[in-house]
């Protein structure tokens, strides 16, 4: 019982001093081209690219969404959409306003 205390002791303060290890980065370029890469993104032979940009504020369509609501062939069902759930004046921009990753 003994040992057992001890390891989830020793355990708990492991977890608790594992975020102060952590290299600090700020919201800048700066600070985020300094982090070094993992050893295995040059070395793998594949890989998935995630598009994830203000187009999935309405989340209504890909990123192809600017393209569908305002470029030479407007989907109908698109631009109904915009119509009915943003002011006549929104653009495209005004999606950044809105774009968090708070529920990623």
């Not at 290299?23 to 890989?47: C, F, H, M, N, V």
């Not at 698109?78 to 921009?93: E, K, Q, R, S």
């Amino acid at each position: 019982m003994q040992v057992f205390t001890i390891l989830a002791y020793v355990t708990v303060v492991c977890c608790f001093l594992l975020p102060f290890s952590e290299q600090q980065y700020t919201p800048d370029w700066k600070s985020l081209d300094s982090r070094p890469l993992p050893a295995w993104y040059d070395e793998s032979k594949i890989g998935i690219f995630i598009h994830w940009g203000v187009f999935s504020v309405p989340s209504i369509e890909s990123e192809w969404m600017w393209w569908d609501w305002k470029g030479d062939k407007p989907n109908p069902e698109l631009v109904a959409f915009m119509n009915n759930n943003y002011p006549p004046d929104w653009t495209y921009a005004d999606f950044a306003q809105q774009f968090h990753a708070e529920f990623y």
